[in-house]
Structures are given as structure tokens and as C-alpha cells.
């Protein structure tokens, strides 16, 4: 049904083409009828299609990226259309409106998206307060700096937005990776990297609970960048990585696209987000999270075999469909028998 919904969801503008959806899976998520066709059109139940992570049995590999639901408001919605997890958020510690729009664009010609949102979000008081969790479907929070955090304050916010949210996340990504909140990439830099991990891991193992620790990473970092991230999340105990976020780069994108500010997500990053998990897999025993450019079923079991442990959708779902999340199961069965 998709590709009948599909052009008149291009027709509107982006943003609100992104409203109305959520719209529709919130509404939907409410009512226990709608959910059940929801789950009958788009979930697949199969014992072996469930994977272990950082200590969590997720019912499937296959989960909603960071940045779709960023309030947490249509959990239910969502875990419906069949995910085995959702990454909540980005959340920051205070409410903000995020960048002016315009600053979401599609490139259907090239199945891509640029956005430069900069964390529009109701801040951890509202968010935490909302119900996010599913049964069944694991919910992360992901978790940024806000964008009047200076850069060497960073860690504060990490630390104080763990606190609040460990109690009922599966796991918490820390966002540094996002090209659209100042200097915010710069935190990858080994110079305030170690400083920020140990601050977070050292407030992580002071509570309750071990909550596990994703660093969610940008594609744009270079292999010894890469070596330096992975050192600092060995040393301070992260549990997992997140690979990739949008990329600044506008590689097979015409020329125009330089102008347009943000991160590109879909198609063009596929091969940069496979090529990257690959070399996270030899260099780490690190579980991986592989998010980037999956489009297709295909996609999806490449990123497997080049060593992700789950994957991650996000521009996939606006191009293919909701149906892709049972699509990219149904081929995971069938390749393994
Ligand atoms: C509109 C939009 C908003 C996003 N917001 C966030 C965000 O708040 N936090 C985050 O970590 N990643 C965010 N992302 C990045 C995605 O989680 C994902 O890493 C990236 O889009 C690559 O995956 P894809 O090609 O499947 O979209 C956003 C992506 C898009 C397209």
C-alpha cells in the first residue's frame, strides 16, 4: 500500500510529512484494535530471528533509528510495525525548538535525505515523564548535549541525562555524532573523548543498575579517528557502538547540495555506514549497531555480514515503507534457513 501513500506524502512538505506519520502511528498505537492490524500487517513473530546484545535478548535485529520518534510518543505505534527496538530520541537536558526551517529536504532521485534539525525536542522533564516503553520491543534513549552546553561542559549533560533516564532505558547511545548542533562532533576528538567517557562511565557504574552504554559515531571520522574512539570506549566500558550517523559529505549528490546545510542519510551513505561497520568488526569484539543507507532487504543482510549485530532504520522507512521492517525479516529467515 505504500507506494499509493507515498506520493501524496512527498507532496507535503517534509516536516509535516513526518508529523502526519507520527501522527498516524501515535493514534494508531492507542487503540489496542489498531494495533493488533497493525501487528497483523506488519510484524513477524519467529523465536529465530531473536539476537542477544550487551545483555539484552532483542526480538529481532531490526530497529527504529534515533531521530524519528524524538519525544516518545508513539512507542506503542511503533513497536507494533514489528521493530525490535526503538532508539528514542535525541533527548537534551532543557526543551529547544532546534534549528529554522527549512531543514529537512528529500532527494528522491537519489533516495536520500539532508536534515539539519539540530535536537527539536521537549527536553528530558516532559519526555521522561511519557510511557516508553512496549512489551517486547526494547526502547534506547539517545541522549545529546544541548545547544548551549559549551564544549567542555559536554560531559555534564551526558551525565545528568543518564541519571534520568537509566531507570527505564534498555540501553542509553550517546549522541556525539550529529553534524547539526555546534562543535557537537568535535566530543569525538580524542582529547575530549577519554574525558567525557570516563565522566559517564564512572556516573554509570555509581548507580543501581548497569545500564549499557552505546556511543553512537559519524561516518566522517577517518580510520585513525576511528582507532582513537574505539580505544577511549574500550578503556571506559561502553557496550556498544552505533555506526553512522548522517554524513557532512556530499559524495554522489550534484553540486547544489553543498548548499543546502545538514547530514545526508539514505542511499549515498550505504556503502560509506557498510564499509565502516567492516572496520569497526575487525578492529573491535564491540557489539555494532549498523545504521546507515539500509534501503533494501539486501542492504540489510550485507550490514549483518559485515558485522553489525542489529541493524537501524530511518530514510529507508521513508522511501520503502513500514513494510521493509517485515521485508528485512522475511529475508533473514529465508538466508538462514
Ligand atoms: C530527519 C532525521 C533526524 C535525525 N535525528 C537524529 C537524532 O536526533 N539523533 C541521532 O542520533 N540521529 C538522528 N538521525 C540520524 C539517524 O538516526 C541515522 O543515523 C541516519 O539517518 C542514517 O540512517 P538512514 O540512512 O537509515 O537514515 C536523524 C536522521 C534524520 C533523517
Do not use: C
Not at 11 to 40: C, F, I, Q, W, Y
Not at 181 to 200: D, I, Y
Amino acid at each position: 500500500m505504500y507506494p499509493l501513500i507515498r506520493p501524496l506524502l512527498f507532496r507535503l512538505d517534509p516536516e509535516h510529512a513526518h508529523a502526519l506519520s507520527l501522527n498516524a502511528v501515535r493514534m494508531a498505537g492507542r487503540n489496542p484494535v489498531t494495533r493488533l492490524v497493525l501487528r497483523a500487517l506488519f510484524d513477524l513473530h519467529d523465536r529465530r530471528l531473536e539476537v542477544k546484545a550487551f545483555g539484552l535478548t532483542f526480538r529481532n535485529p531490526v530497529g527504529m533509528a534515533a531521530g524519528y520518534d524524538k519525544n516518545a510518543v508513539g512507542v506503542s505505534g511503533l513497536a507494533a510495525l514489528g521493530f525490535g527496538h526503538l532508539e528514542l530520541g535525541t533527548v537534551t537536558r532543557f526543551p529547544q525548538v532546534g534549528n529554522p526551517k527549512p531543514r529537512l529536504h528529500r532527494l528522491p532521485e537519489y533516495k536520500a535525505v539532508i536534515n539539519s534539525m539540530g535536537f527539536p525536542n521537549d527536553g528530558i522533564d516532559v519526555i521522561e515523564r511519557r510511557p516508553w516503553q512496549a512489551p517486547g520491543t526494547r526502547a534506547g534513549m539517545n541522549v545529546g548535549k544541548s545547544k548551549e552546553t559549551v564544549i567542555e561542559r559536554a560531559a555534564d549533560d551526558y551525565v545528568f541525562l543518564l541519571r534520568r533516564v537509566y531507570r527505564r532505558a534498555d540501553y542509553v547511545a550517546l549522541n556525539i555524532s550529529s553534524p547539526n548542533t555546534l562543535n557537537l562532533r568535535q566530543l569525538q576528538a580524542r582529547e575530549h573523548l577519554e574525558g567525557l567517557l570516563k565522566a559517564v562511565a564512572a556516573a554509570r557504574d555509581a548507580l543501581p543498575r548497569r545500564v549499557p552504554l552505546l556511543l553512537k559515531l559519524a561516518p566522517d571520522l577517518t580510520e585513525a579517528e576511528i582507532d582513537d574512539a574505539l580505544a577511549a570506549a574500550t578503556a571506559n566500558g561502553i557496550d556498544g557502538l552505533i555506526a553512522t550517523n548522517t554524513t557532512i559529505n556530499r559524495k554522489g549528490l550534484p553540486s547544489y547540495t553543498v548548499g543546502i546545510q545538514g547530514g545526508v542519510s539514505g542511499r549515498p551513505l550505504t556503502a560509506r555506514a557498510n564499509a565502516f561497520v567492516a572496520y569497526l568488526a575487525r578492529q573491535t569484539t564491540l557489539p555494532i549497531v549498523g545504521v546507515g543507507g539500509i534501503m533494501t532487504p539486501d542492504d540489510a543482510l550485507a550490514r549483518l555480514d559485515a558485522g553489525a549485530t542489529l541493524i537501524q532504520l530511518y530514510t529507508g522507512l521513508i522511501y520503502a515503507g513500514p513494510g521493509l521492517v517485515r521485508a528485512i525479516n522475511k529475508a533473514i529467515l529465508k538466508r538462514n534457513g
